[in-house]
């Protein structure tokens, strides 16, 4: 089992980096370039790659591993040791975040696999890439443009609730144009569109509570534009837990292949990272990587 970790990484890391070295069953791979490490290990025969680290980590190292083989029987397992401020795809996974980092490499050696989607996102000038997690433009880019590192690090999850009310006063509203598979395109005013594999975003906000990352569909939702009191319901559902998606504010779609399309230009980002704000094409990739879950996981969620 390859470990693989920012070599830049601090703080807790440096105890998390003796616990894998001690580990019977881990190697510690630390580098800059987690994408080329993760290839490096596949093309050599690693059986499970594990992306220590936070959604930016996993995203890298799943990228990574896509440039081997044509298909997730062909690649090594995937597994992620949860060390971020968000961990949102390691939710959808129902991996523990409690757990001393240990306990959680003997559940990456031995946890079930299960085969899962990714997200092939293209556009033109900015390259293509897969995402893991989620897809996010709109107002949740200009959300991510507010939570900085300097911010997560002063307020951890916190930091994505003061970035919503930061970014409220610049809110912007879209004229969209979304084509949903091989549909017309339909103009849509929109303050945001997520393009969702997982089901949280922001350190657990569930914000695609319906997806499945294992049914060959990308959970599409689009917030309707409104006023600021329509977000403030909107966020204030999502951050309880409750499902906001039959809202009349909500497009809720799931589908294999979605462009979008905005004037202004809608920033979107990749696994929490900005992107873009050129038309893009969002695709489900099916059964791209065998994952590693943890004892709670279920596809369809409950």
């Known amino acids: 089992m390859h470990v693989l970790l920012n070599a830049h990484a601090g703080g807790d890391a440096d105890i998390a980096r003796q616990a894998i070295r001690l580990h019977p069953d881990a190697t510690l791979i630390e580098a800059e370039d987690l994408a080329e490490a993760a290839e490096t290990a596949a093309r050599a025969g690693a059986d499970v790659v594990v992306a220590a680290g936070g959604?930016?980590?996993?995203?890298?190292?799943?990228?990574?591993?896509?440039?081997?083989?044509?298909?997730?029987?062909?690649?090594?397992?995937?597994?992620v040791l949860p060390m971020g401020t968000?961990?949102?795809?390691?939710?959808?996974?129902?991996?523990?975040?409690?757990?001393l980092t240990a306990n959680q490499l003997d559940l990456l050696a031995t946890g079930e696999r299960r085969t899962m989607d990714l997200i092939h996102v293209g556009c033109t000038?900015?390259?293509?890439?897969?995402?893991?997690?989620?897809?996010?433009?709109?107002f949740t880019g200009q959300i991510d443009e507010e939570v900085t590192p300097e911010l997560k690090a002063a307020w951890g999850?916190?930091?994505?609730?003061?970035?919503?009310?930061?970014?409220?006063?610049?809110?912007?509203?879209?004229?969209?144009?979304?084509a949903w598979d091989d549909e017309e395109p339909e103009d849509v005013r929109a303050f945001n569109v997520l393009v969702a594999n997982g089901r949280t975003i922001g350190g657990g906000t569930p914000v695609a509570p319906h997806?499945?990352?294992?049914?060959?569909?990308?959970?599409?939702?689009?917030?309707?534009?409104?006023?600021?009191?329509?977000?403030?319901r909107l966020t204030a559902k999502?951050?309880?837990?409750?499902?906001y998606t039959e809202d009349d504010k909500i497009i809720h779609r799931r589908v294999r292949r979605v462009t979008v399309a905005s004037e202004p230009g809608m920033l979107f980002n990749v696994d929490g990272?900005?992107?873009?704000?050129?038309?893009?094409?969002?695709?489900?990739v099916p059964g791209a990587l065998r994952v590693v879950v943890g004892p709670d996981y279920t596809a369809r969620p409950a």
């Open 55 to 79: 959604d930016g980590t996993v995203h890298a190292v799943a990228n990574g591993l896509m440039r081997v083989g044509s298909s997730g029987a062909d690649r090594p397992a995937f597994g």
């Open 86 to 99: 968000g961990n949102d795809f390691a939710r959808t996974l129902a991996m523990p975040l409690d757990l």
């Open 125 to 138: 000038s900015e390259g293509e890439c897969y995402a893991v997690n989620a897809c996010s433009g709109g």
């Open 157 to 178: 999850p916190l930091a994505y609730t003061i970035g919503t009310l930061k970014a409220l006063p610049e809110m912007e509203h879209y004229r969209t144009t979304v």
């Open 211 to 232: 997806a499945n990352p294992e049914d060959g569909l990308l959970d599409i939702v689009v917030v309707r534009e409104g006023g600021a009191l329509d977000i403030a």
């Open 238 to 243: 999502a951050y309880a837990t409750a499902d």
């Open 273 to 284: 990272e900005a992107h873009t704000r050129e038309p893009v094409t969002f695709e489900v």
